[in-house]
Nanobody, 121 residues
Framework: QVQLVESGGGLVQAGGSLRLSCTASGRAVRSVGWFRQAPGKEREFVAHIHWSGSPAYHANSVKGRFVISRDNAENSVSLQMNSLKPEDTGVYSC????????????????WGKGTLVTVAS
């Protein structure tokens, strides 16, 4: 069974950058997505990447600022986050995709515990 572990979260000033990692133990993962959940809000799609590295999708709210990538040799998926805004604050989680809509959390499983990102204004 695959287990996903997120890392790289922390406190950063608005305009700063962070790089999150999602590392899988066990068998190689297929397509993976990142979601985030802010306090008092529903889980929100952030980005998705196919197992081959392409295609990749990014939510409109992060397009041009965040980039998802993967390293199959390391069995990991990264999320480079630049020009961070206070509204990017939340717990970021990765999960394995299996479905027909990359933006719907119901199509994901094997969720990691998440890593907290806090962007101060």
């Amino acid at each position: 069974q695959v287990q996903l572990v997120e890392s790289g979260g922390g406190l950063v000033q608005a305009g700063g950058s962070l790089r999150l990692s999602c590392t899988a133990s066990g068998r190689a993962v297929r397509s993976v997505g990142w979601f985030r959940q802010a306090p008092g809000k529903e889980r929100e799609f952030v980005a998705h990447i196919h197992w081959s590295g392409s295609p990749a999708y990014h939510a409109n709210s992060v397009k041009g600022r965040f980039v998802i990538s993967r390293d199959n040799a390391e069995n990991s998926v990264s999320l480079q986050m630049n020009s961070l805004k206070p509204e990017d604050t939340g717990v970021y989680s990765c999960a394995i995709y299996s479905g027909d809509n990359v933006e719907d959390a119901i199509n994901y499983g094997g969720w990691g515990k998440g890593t907290l990102v806090t962007v101060a204004s």
